[in-house]
């Protein structure tokens, strides 16, 4: 079985901001939620590891099979769109103003939301043609891959971005987007390196520098929006 990976980065210092953002989410669609110690074993099935922020981003892993999840819960929370069963009341929109998402299906492509200020800047998928004419939900996905909006708001070189932006699945499996890289563009992991262009680092090993442990209820994905 492949990976089913989600992590996200939050633009911010504050890991009680993070904790709160999620909790407040979650338990608005009825999916209960406790709070671990950071030195708790991970439950890879159901918990949502908090890491402590690093060049100013803290980054969260999900837990197995988020990757369904994430874009509805990023997009919430950067307000860009308000995911099903939210409301005006309870709209968790503007939590964090800068927000870069990326989730792995079955160890087979990647896919990057990045939101700031209230805007989806960019959108891309490593693999796009995997569906064929439909996308994974049933409809054609419309991608956003032009790097520009999203550089200028990290304040990066396009051109440091640009080479990762590729179809991955026309490739002979030998390219990097640059030879100091880790992982070839033709592995999901090649991640790691596509972030730490933008100034994210990937938490490794996983199990360093743990901020916060919350553990879902396990029948999360049934309620959460996708």
């Known amino acids: 079985m492949g990976h089913f990976l989600a992590v996200t980065a939050f633009r911010t210092e504050s890991v009680h901001s993070v904790t709160e953002a999620i909790s407040n989410y979650v338990k608005h669609r009825e999916v209960s939620i406790e ?17 402590l922020p690093q060049d100013g981003w803290c980054v969260v892993l999900w837990p197995m099979y988020f990757n369904i999840h994430d874009f509805a819960f990023v997009r919430e929370i950067t307000g860009t769109e308000l995911a099903t069963g939210s409301s005006t009341v309870t709209n968790l ?9 990326i989730h792995v299906y079955d160890g087979d492509y990647w896919e990057h939301l990045f939101c700031a200020n209230g805007e989806e800047l960019h959108l891309f998928c490593s693999n796009p043609d995997y569906w064929g004419d439909e996308g994974e939900d049933g409809g054609q996905q419309v991608y956003k891959i ?18 990762y932006l590729v179809n991955a699945g026309e490739l002979d499996g030998k390219e990097k ?12 992991w090649v991640i790691t390196d596509f972030w730490r262009q933008l100034g994210i680092t990937y938490p490794d090993p996983p199990d360093s520098n743990v901020a916060a442990v919350l553990r879902l209820a396990s029948d ?3 309620r959460l929006p996708n």
């Open 35 to 51: 709070i671990l110690p950071s030195t708790a074993e991970v439950d890879e099935s159901t918990d949502v590891t908090v890491y």
């Open 93 to 101: 929109s503007q939590s964090f103003s800068t927000v870069s998402t």
């Open 146 to 163: 032009d790097p520009e909006k999203m550089c200028a708001c990290l304040k990066v070189d396009p051109a440091k971005i640009r080479p």
């Open 177 to 188: 987007a640059f030879e100091q890289d880790e992982f070839e563009l033709v592995d999901i």
């Open 220 to 222: 999360f994905s049934s």
